[in-house]
């Protein structure tokens, strides 16, 4: 892919190149029951209340986890989209 064609998008200092940037702005793709409960065990450190203000779009529990536990937001959208990918073979479809 040229450099022309690569889209970057900002967010907070953080740039997330191209298809990731969409990615991380959408909606969770999975059952969010699942997805939260997973979550919740997961990163104790985050309460169910700061989960559901995230309004279940990727970016913003990314930035929770990042709040929370101080790794990069870009660790934690790659994280989310790998877990959501997952939880069929958990049986949370």
Known sequence: MHY???RETAHFGMFIPGEAADAAR???SCNWS???????N???RITPYELESTNHIRLNIARLIQK?????VEMAVNYLRN???????????
């Open 4 to 6: 022309s064609q690569q």
């Open 68 to 72: 929370k536990y101080g790794i990069s």
């Open 34 to 40: 699942a997805l939260r409960e997973q979550l919740l």
């Open 26 to 28: 959408t909606e969770v």
């Open 83 to 93: 877990f959501e990918r997952t939880l069929p073979l958990l049986g949370c479809a």
């Open 42 to 44: 997961q990163w104790d």
